[in-house]
């Protein structure tokens, strides 16, 4: 919005206009959105899957200049995590949250919910578990229309149950 410059008290000092006044005219917005579900197939859990290549893409085309990027799962048993692609790192993780919470272990859930499942469901308690300690969305700044991680730094979709096809939303916005 434009304002004309208002004067404060008698010194006569030039403030601008209160910025929620409304002078009726419209300002253009350079504001952008785009979001895009980019489709995923994983092969087991968990896999860590890199997708940051997939993002970037996605940020290029929308023509962002500025703004951040969040990528977000839909699923309950698929996190998307910030972290280094050395291939044995991944695995190092890949045992870590298998010990951290074990797929073998015994779960209410895999008892309970899985126990009259006609979908072809395998038992997943331990998935949803692992899930819930990485989280579902990561956000990533997009500056001079790339993405801002450091120099390691991949954006992964972590596969936490088994082999399937699964979809990641990138919401992005700026301008």
Known sequence: MKHSPAVNGPAGRVRPADPREDTGEKEESRMKFLSRTLDVRTERGPQFIDITDRVEKAALECGLRNGFAVVFSKHTT?????????????????????????????????KYAHAFSDNGERPNGHSHCQQLLLGAS?????????????PWQRLFLV????????????????E
């Open 78 to 110: 698929a996190a998307i995590r910030i972290n280094e692609a050395e291939p044995h790192l991944l695995i190092d993780m890949e045992q870590m949250l298998e010990k951290v919470v074990p797929a073998g272990d015994d779960y209410a859930h895999n």
């Open 159 to 174: 596969e936490l149950d088994h082999g399937r096809d699964r979809e990641v939303v990138v919401h992005l916005i700026g």
């Open 138 to 150: 990561e956000s990533v700044p997009i500056i001079n229309g790339h993405l801002t991680l450091g």
